[in-house]
Protein backbone atom coordinates (compact mmCIF):
# COMPACT_ATOMS: atom_id res chain seq x y z
CA UNK A 1 0.00 0.00 0.00
CA UNK A 2 1.03 3.39 -0.92
CA UNK A 3 1.12 6.24 1.57
CA UNK A 4 -0.24 9.58 -0.04
CA UNK A 5 3.10 11.03 -0.95
CA UNK A 6 4.54 7.99 -2.75
CA UNK A 7 1.18 7.66 -4.76
CA UNK A 8 1.41 11.40 -5.86
CA UNK A 9 5.37 10.62 -6.51
CA UNK A 10 4.05 7.93 -8.49
CA UNK A 11 1.32 9.56 -10.36
CA UNK A 12 3.87 12.47 -11.14
CA UNK A 13 6.52 9.80 -12.28
CA UNK A 14 3.81 8.08 -14.46
CA UNK A 15 3.58 11.10 -15.99
CA UNK A 16 7.08 11.12 -17.78
CA UNK A 17 6.46 6.90 -18.95
CA UNK A 18 4.97 7.00 -22.29
CA UNK A 19 2.63 4.43 -22.49
CA UNK A 20 4.26 2.05 -25.31
CA UNK A 21 7.38 1.91 -23.13
CA UNK A 22 7.34 -1.61 -20.73
CA UNK A 23 9.34 -1.05 -17.48
CA UNK A 24 9.58 -4.49 -15.72
CA UNK A 25 9.45 -5.86 -11.76
CA UNK A 26 11.58 -3.96 -9.39
CA UNK A 27 12.59 -0.94 -11.94
CA UNK A 28 13.98 2.07 -9.85
CA UNK A 29 13.20 5.19 -11.93
CA UNK A 30 14.15 8.57 -10.13
CA UNK A 31 11.90 11.77 -10.35
CA UNK A 32 11.87 14.17 -13.44
CA UNK A 33 13.23 10.74 -15.45
CA UNK A 34 11.16 11.03 -18.78
CA UNK A 35 11.36 7.24 -20.47
CA UNK A 36 10.01 7.54 -24.78
CA UNK A 37 7.77 5.45 -27.00
CA UNK A 38 9.13 1.88 -26.71
CA UNK A 39 12.06 1.91 -24.29
CA UNK A 40 12.13 -1.20 -22.69
CA UNK A 41 14.24 -1.37 -18.95
CA UNK A 42 14.08 -4.72 -17.86
CA UNK A 43 13.91 -6.02 -14.13
CA UNK A 44 15.62 -4.33 -11.48
CA UNK A 45 17.03 -1.95 -13.52
CA UNK A 46 17.95 1.58 -11.37
CA UNK A 47 17.67 5.17 -13.29
CA UNK A 48 18.42 7.95 -11.59
CA UNK A 49 16.61 11.49 -11.67
CA UNK A 50 15.88 13.61 -14.31
CA UNK A 51 17.47 11.84 -17.15
CA UNK A 52 15.85 10.79 -20.59
CA UNK A 53 15.57 7.35 -21.53
CA UNK A 54 15.16 7.95 -25.59
CA UNK A 55 12.98 5.77 -27.98
CA UNK A 56 13.70 2.17 -28.68
CA UNK A 57 16.12 2.16 -25.64
CA UNK A 58 16.87 -1.08 -24.27
CA UNK A 59 17.95 -1.42 -20.65
CA UNK A 60 19.24 -4.71 -19.07
CA UNK A 61 18.02 -6.57 -16.05
CA UNK A 62 20.23 -4.61 -13.15
CA UNK A 63 21.47 -2.41 -15.24
CA UNK A 64 22.57 1.10 -12.79
CA UNK A 65 22.43 4.46 -14.49
CA UNK A 66 23.13 7.95 -12.33
CA UNK A 67 21.61 10.99 -12.40
CA UNK A 68 21.02 13.73 -15.01
CA UNK A 69 21.92 11.42 -17.81
CA UNK A 70 20.67 11.46 -21.72
CA UNK A 71 20.66 7.89 -23.19
CA UNK A 72 19.62 8.69 -26.55
CA UNK A 73 17.38 7.19 -28.94
CA UNK A 74 18.38 3.42 -29.82
CA UNK A 75 21.03 2.65 -27.24
CA UNK A 76 21.36 -0.55 -25.77
CA UNK A 77 22.73 -0.99 -22.31
CA UNK A 78 23.63 -4.25 -21.09
CA UNK A 79 24.02 -6.32 -17.47
CA UNK A 80 27.22 -5.27 -16.41
CA UNK A 81 27.32 -2.11 -17.34
CA UNK A 82 27.28 0.87 -14.81
CA UNK A 83 26.76 4.52 -16.09
CA UNK A 84 27.53 7.36 -13.59
CA UNK A 85 26.22 10.92 -13.50
CA UNK A 86 25.56 13.46 -16.17
CA UNK A 87 26.55 10.86 -18.84
CA UNK A 88 25.50 11.79 -22.49
CA UNK A 89 25.30 8.11 -24.24
CA UNK A 90 24.69 9.32 -28.34
CA UNK A 91 21.87 7.44 -30.60
CA UNK A 92 22.19 4.17 -31.17
CA UNK A 93 25.22 3.78 -29.23
CA UNK A 94 25.86 -0.19 -28.36
CA UNK A 95 27.56 -1.64 -25.34
CA UNK A 96 28.69 -5.06 -24.69
CA UNK A 97 28.67 -7.77 -21.97
CA UNK A 98 30.07 -10.79 -23.40
CA UNK A 99 33.80 -10.74 -24.15
CA UNK A 100 33.57 -14.01 -26.85
CA UNK A 101 30.26 -14.42 -27.65
CA UNK A 102 29.19 -17.55 -29.19
CA UNK A 103 25.50 -18.42 -29.69
CA UNK A 104 25.26 -22.15 -28.55
CA UNK A 105 25.56 -23.52 -24.50
CA UNK A 106 28.63 -22.42 -23.13
CA UNK A 107 29.45 -20.58 -19.51
CA UNK A 108 29.85 -17.21 -20.02
CA UNK A 109 30.38 -14.57 -17.82
CA UNK A 110 29.54 -10.75 -18.08
CA UNK A 111 32.47 -8.50 -18.16
CA UNK A 112 31.87 -5.37 -16.41
CA UNK A 113 32.13 -1.96 -18.05
CA UNK A 114 32.22 1.13 -16.26
CA UNK A 115 31.24 4.83 -17.93
CA UNK A 116 32.23 7.58 -15.13
CA UNK A 117 30.39 10.93 -14.36
CA UNK A 118 30.30 13.21 -17.31
CA UNK A 119 31.40 11.18 -19.93
CA UNK A 120 30.06 11.87 -23.49
CA UNK A 121 29.99 9.23 -26.15
CA UNK A 122 29.10 10.07 -29.77
CA UNK A 123 26.50 8.79 -31.92
CA UNK A 124 27.06 5.06 -33.21
CA UNK A 125 29.88 4.27 -31.02
CA UNK A 126 30.17 0.66 -29.62
CA UNK A 127 32.02 0.16 -26.83
CA UNK A 128 34.03 -3.54 -26.01
CA UNK A 129 33.08 -5.19 -22.24
CA UNK A 130 35.68 -4.67 -19.92
CA UNK A 131 36.62 -0.87 -20.39
CA UNK A 132 36.29 1.65 -17.85
CA UNK A 133 35.98 5.78 -19.66
CA UNK A 134 37.03 8.12 -17.44
CA UNK A 135 35.05 11.37 -16.28
CA UNK A 136 34.31 13.96 -18.46
CA UNK A 137 36.17 11.83 -21.58
CA UNK A 138 34.23 12.74 -25.15
CA UNK A 139 33.96 9.93 -27.69
CA UNK A 140 33.90 10.46 -31.07
CA UNK A 141 30.82 9.40 -33.06
CA UNK A 142 31.66 6.09 -34.43
CA UNK A 143 34.11 4.82 -32.77
CA UNK A 144 34.45 1.55 -31.35
CA UNK A 145 36.20 1.44 -27.56
CA UNK A 146 38.39 -1.48 -26.82
CA UNK A 147 40.81 0.54 -24.27
CA UNK A 148 40.50 2.01 -21.10
CA UNK A 149 40.01 6.15 -22.14
CA UNK A 150 41.50 8.23 -19.14
CA UNK A 151 39.41 11.20 -17.45
CA UNK A 152 39.16 14.50 -19.50
CA UNK A 153 40.19 12.52 -22.94
CA UNK A 154 39.17 13.06 -26.08
CA UNK A 155 39.45 9.89 -28.12
CA UNK A 156 37.96 8.72 -31.32
CA UNK A 157 38.06 6.04 -34.03
CA UNK A 158 37.86 2.47 -34.88
CA UNK A 159 39.61 1.42 -31.81
CA UNK A 160 39.07 4.59 -30.57
CA UNK A 161 42.45 6.27 -29.59
CA UNK A 162 43.49 9.19 -27.65
CA UNK A 163 43.34 12.22 -29.72
CA UNK A 164 44.05 15.27 -26.77
CA UNK A 165 42.73 16.21 -23.04
CA UNK A 166 39.43 17.91 -23.51
CA UNK A 167 37.89 20.49 -21.09
CA UNK A 168 34.61 19.13 -19.37
CA UNK A 169 32.53 21.74 -21.26
CA UNK A 170 33.54 19.38 -24.30
CA UNK A 171 34.50 22.94 -26.50
CA UNK A 172 38.10 23.57 -25.66
CA UNK A 173 40.81 21.40 -25.94
CA UNK A 174 43.75 21.48 -23.12
CA UNK A 175 47.22 20.56 -23.38
CA UNK A 176 47.27 19.23 -19.12
CA UNK A 177 45.11 16.36 -17.96
CA UNK A 178 42.49 17.61 -15.90
CA UNK A 179 42.36 21.22 -16.41
CA UNK A 180 39.53 23.27 -16.90
CA UNK A 181 39.68 26.44 -19.23
CA UNK A 182 38.69 29.45 -17.69
CA UNK A 183 34.35 29.52 -18.24
CA UNK A 184 34.14 25.92 -16.64
CA UNK A 185 36.76 27.39 -13.87
CA UNK A 186 34.93 30.11 -12.83
CA UNK A 187 31.92 27.61 -12.68
CA UNK A 188 33.12 24.96 -10.87
CA UNK A 189 34.31 27.82 -8.51
CA UNK A 190 31.47 29.07 -8.22
CA UNK A 191 29.42 25.57 -7.27
CA UNK A 192 32.17 24.76 -4.80
CA UNK A 193 31.60 28.12 -2.76
CA UNK A 194 27.88 27.51 -2.90
CA UNK A 195 27.86 23.69 -2.04
CA UNK A 196 30.21 24.99 0.85
CA UNK A 197 27.93 28.08 1.95
CA UNK A 198 25.05 25.50 1.68
CA UNK A 199 25.89 23.24 4.70
C1 LIG B 1 35.12 14.05 -32.04
C2 LIG B 1 34.51 15.41 -32.28
C3 LIG B 1 34.02 16.02 -30.95
C4 LIG B 1 35.61 16.26 -32.87
O1 LIG B 1 35.12 17.53 -33.20
P1 LIG B 1 36.19 18.68 -33.60
O2 LIG B 1 37.17 18.87 -32.50
O3 LIG B 1 35.38 19.86 -34.05
O4 LIG B 1 37.01 18.03 -34.78
P2 LIG B 1 36.99 18.35 -36.34
O5 LIG B 1 35.57 18.21 -36.86
O6 LIG B 1 37.71 19.64 -36.52
O7 LIG B 1 37.83 17.15 -36.94
C5 LIG B 1 39.23 17.05 -36.73
C6 LIG B 1 39.74 15.81 -37.46
O8 LIG B 1 39.24 14.63 -36.80
C7 LIG B 1 38.43 13.86 -37.70
N1 LIG B 1 37.29 13.37 -36.91
C8 LIG B 1 36.38 14.13 -36.23
N2 LIG B 1 35.51 13.33 -35.61
C9 LIG B 1 35.85 12.07 -35.89
C10 LIG B 1 35.31 10.83 -35.53
N3 LIG B 1 34.25 10.74 -34.73
N4 LIG B 1 35.91 9.70 -35.98
C11 LIG B 1 36.99 9.78 -36.78
N5 LIG B 1 37.56 10.96 -37.15
C12 LIG B 1 36.99 12.08 -36.72
C13 LIG B 1 38.04 14.82 -38.80
O9 LIG B 1 37.77 14.12 -39.99
C14 LIG B 1 39.25 15.69 -38.90
O10 LIG B 1 40.24 14.99 -39.61
P3 LIG B 1 41.39 15.75 -40.45
O11 LIG B 1 42.19 16.52 -39.45
O12 LIG B 1 42.13 14.64 -41.09
O13 LIG B 1 40.65 16.64 -41.41
C15 LIG B 1 33.28 15.32 -33.26
O14 LIG B 1 33.73 15.10 -34.58
C16 LIG B 1 32.33 14.18 -32.89
O15 LIG B 1 32.48 13.01 -33.27
N6 LIG B 1 31.29 14.54 -32.08
C17 LIG B 1 30.26 13.63 -31.62
C18 LIG B 1 28.88 13.98 -32.23
C19 LIG B 1 27.85 13.02 -31.70
O16 LIG B 1 27.85 11.86 -31.99
N7 LIG B 1 26.94 13.53 -30.85
C20 LIG B 1 25.95 12.65 -30.22
C21 LIG B 1 24.70 13.36 -29.82
S1 LIG B 1 23.78 13.92 -31.26
ZN1 LIG C 1 35.49 24.36 -20.67
Do not use: E, G, L, S
Given at each position: MLTTDEYKKWLELK??????AIVEEGVKIGEGTKVWHYAHIRENAEIGRDCVIGKDVYIDHHVKIGNGCKIENGVSVFTGVTIEDNVLVGPNVTFTND??????PHTWKVTPTFIHKGVGIGAGSMVICGVDIGIYALIGAGSVVTMDIPSYALAYGNPAKFISWICKCGQVRMDTQGKLCPDCCKKELQEMLSEENSY
Open positions: KHIHHTKYPRAF
